[in-house]
């Protein structure tokens, strides 16, 4: 055996457990699904081996839940985005590494508890009793929070906000500051310099953060579920209604489909914008 056999083979023997990782956990799942999606439901529930399009064709049925997802979604990782940013860079920048380990435990404190519980915290808070009494009581009329899509919204930006505060924190961390002094020595304003340098730098981050947050959002249904009080319904809580309780397996998976296939476009979009304006397409993709 000669020494280049015996490296492929190294190679192969290293590379095999992530392929058959990357093989029984994401394709064939996938592949499973999009069979399904276009079987038929058995009489009493389930999945049915045959071929039809009316799941595709149903899809329509669905058309709320489709619009709350692709509209809530994108927007809660913007808003997240917003707040994420400016508490990522107070950290990373302002905050002396005498407190910035204290500040940073604190942001992920409230994530140790149950996210159930914390969902039980926001709905009181946002329930009568809450935020409307007080603002009926300063006359400003009875106004209605929970069971909205503002409930959700904001429940969805408290529950991942950890997730866009550490990459947007970390890229901006490894910041090289001399650029930031050479900026200044050139003459740019504070702002300037952080338009120019530390944002587009640090743009990596936030798509990093933007893709995590996002990608959950669009699967998520327990916050819909609660703080939307089945108002607001996404396309999770779709799919937890068509595969457990209408047990309309083959129409679940062509909800399924539709989903990671509109998942896949936002993402491509986003990831060409972000990454080309950053510069650093090439780099990863390399």
């Known amino acids: 055996?000669?020494?280049?056999?015996?490296?492929?083979?190294?190679?192969?023997?290293?590379?095999?457990?992530?392929?058959?990782?990357?093989?029984?956990?994401?394709?064939?799942?996938?592949?499973?699904?999009?069979?399904?999606?276009f079987g038929l439901r058995a009489?009493?529930?389930?999945?049915q081996p045959g071929f039809t399009l009316d799941n595709y064709l149903n899809l329509p049925a669905r058309a709320a839940a489709f619009l709350n997802t692709i509209t809530l979604a994108p927007l809660g990782t913007l808003v997240t985005v917003l707040i994420a940013y400016p508490l990522a860079y107070f950290l990373a920048v302002k905050v002396s590494p005498r407190w910035r380990t204290l500040l940073?435990?604190?942001?992920?404190?409230?994530?140790?508890?149950?996210?159930?519980?914390r969902i039980y915290a926001w709905m009181m808070i946002l329930g009568n009793r809450g935020i409307p009494s007080l603002l009926f009581a300063a006359g400003l009329g009875d106004i209605r929070l929970l069971n909205t899509p503002f409930a959700v919204l904001l429940g969805m930006v408290y529950g991942y906000l950890p997730l866009m505060v550490f990459p947007i924190y970390v890229s901006l961390e490894k910041l090289d500051r001399r650029l930031l002094e050479a900026s200044a020595d050139l003459g740019a304003s504070p702002f300037r310099t952080f338009l120019q340098v530390t944002l587009p730098l640090s743009l990596p981050g936030v798509a990093t953060g933007s893709m995590l947050v996002f990608i959950l959002l669009m699967g998520e249904f327990i916050i819909p579920a609660f703080l939307g009080g089945g108002k607001v319904f996404f396309i999770g809580n779709a799919l937890v209604d068509l595969f457990l309780q209408s047990r309309n397996w083959p129409f679940g998976a062509a909800?399924?489909?539709?989903?990671?296939?509109?998942?896949?476009?936002?993402?491509v979009i986003y990831m060409r914008f972000i990454l080309g304006r950053s510069g650093t397409r090439r780099m990863v993709l390399s």
């Open 255 to 267: 909800v399924s489909v539709a989903l990671v296939a509109i998942m896949l476009v936002v993402i």
């Open 104 to 117: 940073l435990v604190l942001v992920i404190v409230p994530f140790w508890a149950s996210q159930l519980l």
């Open 1 to 37: 055996m000669t020494a280049a056999t015996r490296s492929r083979i190294g190679t192969a023997a290293m590379v095999a457990p992530a392929a058959l990782f990357f093989i029984v956990l994401l394709v064939l799942p996938l592949v499973v699904v999009l069979v399904y999606s």
């Open 43 to 47: 009489p009493a529930g389930g999945y």
